[in-house]
């Protein structure tokens, strides 16, 4: 790429941002508290009666419409994504931590609506632990806990709690594997723009 072209696509993105950012306020408008530098593409549904996000929050809504809503509680960390046609739904609790990933079309949701043979439906909070990234399609059923840097695979439906920096895959999802990360690796979503290695660098010793 030239140097013109390179300025070209830097202007673009800017004026994306710009864009993004006008949309956030917009689109946010319902959400108890947002923090810093909200971006929001596309046209979400974001309608709960008590959410909180932090800083640098990014939703995408496109071909499939992104809905966060709920009469319960929704809370989200510092520096998360919300991908296009996810559905996260809160009639108790769901809690998100930082650097928290959503891909296409997950579904995290804290209540099964109905009971099973005639028992009470269940309904228990949903708690997502920093650095999370759950791919594409996949769902977070009621109760469930997902420990820090978990990475639930693509299609994957999260039935019980995962530890700490785990692989699970599957329905329903089992560990697949460990995994481990660079020193002062925050989150199991890793691009350029991730803050590893700043982080790295200033806790790893000279
Ligand atoms: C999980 C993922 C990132 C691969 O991670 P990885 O560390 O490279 O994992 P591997 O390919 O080594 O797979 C490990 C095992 O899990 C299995 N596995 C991986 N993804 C799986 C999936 N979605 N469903 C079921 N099993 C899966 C592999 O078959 C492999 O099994 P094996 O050991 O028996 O051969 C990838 O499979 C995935 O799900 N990507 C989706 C990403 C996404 O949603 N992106 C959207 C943009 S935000």
Redo the contacts with the bound molecule.
Sequence with gaps: MTDRQRRRVVRRWRRATVRQALKARWSLRKVDVVGKRALVLGDPTVDGSDIQVGDDFKVWSGHRKTLISGWGTIRFGDRCFV?VGSTIIAVEQIIVGDDV?F??EVFVMDSDSHGVEGRPHRQAPVRIGDGCWI??RAMILPGVTLGRRV?V????VVTRDVPDDC?V??NPARV??QLSYPAGCRRAWHDEWCPCPKVAAVEEPA
């Design positions: 991908n990933a891909a296409n791919g594409a990475l695979a693509a299609g994957a692989l895959a599957g697949v594997r």
